[in-house]
């Protein structure tokens, strides 16, 4: 056998189990025997070069890293899906649709579980990977091609060589994240948050070497461009399914009265599903009908998600530990008896505050609900009272600071209401209190506010434990040379931490703001302010009556918020931590958004949260764009609540309480007489 031959015997071979293993989930060789055939192909391509293709499965490590993201204009735009929460809302779907149909059409539909991801979209052109992008806008995306070859479950070739243009889902498989972040707390890396997180990071990463080493899997859900090889969304997806690209579970062409039952399948199996969902999608079958009902200016008429409710478990309560956050407030933890919970595994849950312990009458050794709070963070919500045996324990809180050992103090809120939880904080009042100061430096790095990457926990204990970091402005201090001699830190991750603190530097003036923390002060706020007052310089040149006045100047600013400047730039020790940030030269003056006098939304305030089909930030600049303006909360004077996914509680009580009218992004896009995309 010549060696092209033998590379083509190769390359068939780890291409059939890379599919077996990534998208059938079926291997049958070992890790060492797959790690033997690429080595072999690996060593063949070295002394044959000219064997090596971009489409080689030796190429999926990844090349060289880009040093700017560059734009893609989708041919069709990415539409995002309308929810629905409730049995009547699917209904009405179902009436829409038939109403939008011929009265002789009767619709079928598929039924599938919702993927919780990043979207994409991947073009193949002469049988190869030609083009992939993130959703972004919808009309324009990031170009993340590169990244896209690294993941093992999308074929970097298929039979057929004409152009296609598919769209799906980028996900990590729970598993895989567990092990994820195990190795990553090995590392003394922040663990992420859940699989989505870590799938939408990874997929816009500048270093396709680094996607390279997330285990990350690509699911095709629509065939957008190319061949109308069939006449319904199924049977596309079956043609996709012989490229040899991964295509998702779905319950495909039944009538509307099975689309329940279907549903309710999902449901039922979600936790044993390898990956994480929240809901399921219901499209109607055929393409002839999907382009009669058409679209909005935001969703699909023919497709709509159902949204499960939070799954609850029962488990016994252990302990409670207490945290100190940023502020010196003192929260309590509960650690259970771990209990599968939406397909993860849960030992801690969220108790809030001892105003929540009290008023449900939590007592250690209990047997709690605990439910997830946006499907994300677990927390819990009741005791089973009739489960007592008499050996239960109450919770005090403690009286002096876990972390530093001084007296606490309990502070009265202003919405004082302990039947909901929200009475007393229990607080630290010490500022140089180890974890309160290891907080603010997690909560200054973090992406809304100066984004700097590589902090890890345990890099950051060892910084503040240390002494080589008392605050914020210390970062702005160190070098790569000492970040390298701390434990578990090499020389390159140790420049990689030093590059992203020098890059965090160029922040505008309302990212440090918002890093600094001042109390009312969110992101909407702390750009409104960076806006008045343009530098920190000028912040801290001001009298204290001179800061009143502009701070008060600024519209939505009310008492408490003016306040809490006026306040935070008096405070000895801020103005100490804010000087040493200037002399550093940290932060960049804010520019002056282009504020419109007149629009549709003029004379209209906002405020905008859950998940959005696009960035919070894009959203506030189109309401300002039309005339609107922009709050961080709910107040007497907000006149729209924006409600994207997973919206909490509180903002909706709150917009119940003043008569704030609630509407959705595409109802807030409406009200705009413009698409989501302008």
């Known amino acids: 056998m010549n060696p092209a031959q033998r590379h083509a015997e190769l390359v068939r071979e780890i291409d059939a189990h890379n599919y077996r293993y990534y998208v059938l989930d079926d291997t049958v060789v070992t890790d060492a025997d797959f790690d033997k055939l690429l080595r072999e192909l690996t060593a063949l391509e070295e002394a044959h070069p000219d064997l090596r293709t971009p489409d080689s499965p030796t190429q999926r490590v990844g090349g060289e890293a880009r040093s700017q993201v560059a734009q893609v204009k989708h041919g069709t735009r990415m539409m995002s899906l309308d929810n629905a929460y409730a049995p009547d809302e699917l209904a009405e779907f179902h009436r829409r649709v038939v109403e939008g149909l011929p009265d002789a059409e009767t619709p079928r539909f598929c039924v599938e579980p919702k993927l919780d991801g990043a979207s994409v979209e991947v073009v193949y052109d002469g049988g ?12 324009i995306g990031e170009e993340i091609t590169e990244n896209v070859r690294t993941i093992r479950s999308v074929p970097l070739r298929i039979p057929h060589t004409g152009r296609i243009t598919l769209r799906g889902e980028i996900i990590i498989y729970r598993r895989d994240h567990d092990a994820l972040n195990t190795e990553r707390e090995a590392q003394g890396l922040e663990p992420f948050a859940n699989p989505r997180n870590a799938a939408a990071g990874a997929v816009r990463m500048l270093d396709p070497r680094e996607v390279a080493r997330r285990p990350l899997r690509a699911v095709f859900y629509h065939l957008v461009e190319g061949p109308r090889l069939h006449a319904t969304q199924h049977e596309s997806l079956e043609w996709l ?35 994480e969902t929240d809901g399921a999608v219901i499209k109607v079958d055929a393409y002839r009908q999907q382009d009669m009902l058409g679209m909005t200016s935001k969703f699909p008429k023919w497709a709509i998600a159902y949204k499960f409710k939070a799954e609850q478990a029962r488990t016994r309560l252990l302990a409670i530990t207490v945290q100190v956050g940023r502020t010196g407030t003192l929260t309590p933890v509960a650690s259970v008896d771990p209990v599968e919970l939406a397909g993860t595994t849960v030992s801690r849950a969220t108790l809030h505050n001892a105003g929540m312990i009290e008023a449900l009458d939590i007592r250690v050794g209990d047997m709690v609900f605990i439910q997830k709070a946006g499907e994300v963070i677990p927390q819990v919500t009741g005791v089973d009272v009739t489960a007592r045996t008499g050996t239960e324990e109450k919770f005090r809180m403690p009286a002096l600071c876990p972390s530093c050992g001084t007296p606490v103090a309990r502070e009265l809120r202003d919405a004082d209401k302990p039947e909901l939880g929200l009475g007393a904080a229990t607080r630290c009042p010490n500022r140089a209190c180890p974890e309160q100061v290891k907080q603010r430096i997690f909560y200054f790095s973090r992406r809304f506010a100066m984004d700097v990457d590589h902090l890890g926990t345990a890099l950051v204990d060892q910084l503040v434990e240390q002494g080589i970091v008392k605050d914020m402005a210390d970062l702005y201090s160190l070098t790569a040379e000492r970040i390298a001699v701390l434990a578990r830190m090499g020389e390159k991750s140790a420049q990689n931490v030093f590059a992203s603190i020098e890059r965090s530097k160029a922040s505008t003036l309302d990212r440090l703001l918002c890093g600094l923390g001042i109390p009312q002060i969110g992101q909407v706020a702390a750009r409104q302010l960076a806006e008045e007052m343009h530098t920190l310089d000028r912040m801290l040149s001001m009298s204290a009556d001179e800061a009143r006045e502009h ?15 006026v306040a935070f730039l008096a405070d000895p020790d801020q103005r100490e931590l804010m000087r040493k940030l200037v002399k550093l030269g940290v932060g960049r003056p804010q520019p002056r958004d282009e504020v419109a006098t007149d629009g549709p939304l003029k004379g209209m305030t ?7 089909s696009r960035k919070r930030e894009e959203v506030h600049a189109d309401i300002r764009a ?53």
């Open 128 to 139: 190869r990977v030609v083009q992939a992008s993130t959703r972004g806008d919808g009309t």
């Open 551 to 565: 701070v008060g100047a600024i519209h939505g600013f009310g008492p408490k918020m003016v306040d809490s400047v």
């Open 626 to 678: 039309a005339g609107g303006e922009v709050h961080d909360s709910v107040k007497k004077t907000t006149t729209v609540l924006v409600a994207g996914d997973k919206t909490g509680k509180s903002k909706l009580d709150q917009a119940k309480k003043y008569g704030t009218k609630v509407v959705t992004e595409p109802q807030l896009y409406d009200m705009m007489g413009a698409p989501a995309a302008s």
């Open 241 to 275: 399914e012989a490229q040899g690209l991964p295509t998702h579970l779905r319950q495909t062409v039944i009538a509307w009265d099975e689309v329940a039952a279907a549903i309710d399948v999902i449901d039922r199996a979600r936790a044993t599903y390898p990956f």
């Open 606 to 612: 906002f405020c905008v949260t859950g998940v959005l």
